[in-house]
């Protein structure tokens, strides 16, 4: 797997969000869905580059997709 920094939860919800994800409802986790999927980011700074990877795959996206978002 291709190395992935730990990000922003803010910029990964705006990644997502080019992605074609749109915000659910917020807590502390902000669940984002596309219409077929649905992914739960938490609102950790920066977001652990384990996890980020775990919901870029639920999402349907690989690394590389992910990063020319950001």
Do not use: C, W, Y
Not at 32 to 58: C, E, Q, W, Y
């Amino acid at each position: 797997m291709p190395k992935l920094p730990g990000v922003n939860h803010l910029a990964a919800i705006k990644a997502f969000e080019k992605a074609g994800f749109h915000i659910e409802r917020q807590g502390k986790h902000v669940i984002m869905s596309d219409g077929k999927r649905v992914v739960t980011i938490p609102r950790h700074n920066p977001i652990h580059a384990f996890t980020l990877a775990g919901i870029v795959k639920d999402a349907g996206l690989t690394i590389e997709e992910f990063k020319a978002l950001l």
